[in-house]
């Protein structure tokens, strides 16, 4: 079970490419590295299961969550390439993506992000990000948050699944947001309608979240 994972939020402009490199190293190259040692035993057995702890971001990434949203794509793509050739070698790849977690990772990031220095960006986005992001963060985690235990029941039920999945989402309320995606190849809908939660109807999200 890949599992290792830190998190990164907030104005593109406020992110040094250091602190970006690193959050890759860990998200992505941390289970390149995992698999790389496990995969070759596994193929000459004939035999296991790697489990990735991914995110909905690695489906669909959200405002203000860039470079994190980018390394759970990643995982996300190389899972996807590598999961046909481990199956000629009876190794089952599945990917488990949460949506929001209520645990100290999260709390964490959402307090240095209230503390951070905004001044390499403009303004208005430092408004949005503090007064609309921040703001809607929390009612998000507060109605739709999982617990670390329903995670580790979801993820026990991937791990003793006869046939297991490739892909599995922990929260349901996040399904229609992935089909949505699917729904229009071009993405003009889910980029509209995610700006029109995030701009134009940000307080009845809100209202309606809690």
Known sequence: V?????GMAGPLECQSLAAMQSLMDT????????????LPDMKQRRGG???????????????????YSASKFAVEGFCESLVVQALRF???????????????????????????????TDPETAEIFTKLYLRNSRDVFTSLGQTPEDIAEHTLRVIEAARPPFRHQTNVAYTPMAALKHADPSGALITDAFYKLVFKYNAVLRFGLR
């Open 49 to 67: 299961h790697i489990v990735v702890i991914s995110s909905i971001m690695g489906l669909q990434g959200i405002v203000f969550n860039d470079i």
């Open 27 to 38: 998200n992505f190259f941390g289970l390149v590295r995992l698999v790389k040692e496990v």
């Open 90 to 120: 009876n190794v089952a790849i599945s990917l488990v993506e949460p949506g929001p977690v209520m645990t100290e990772f999260e709390t964490k990031l959402y307090e240095e992000a209230e503390r951070a220095d905004y001044s390499q």
């Open 2 to 6: 890949s599992n290792a994972g830190v």
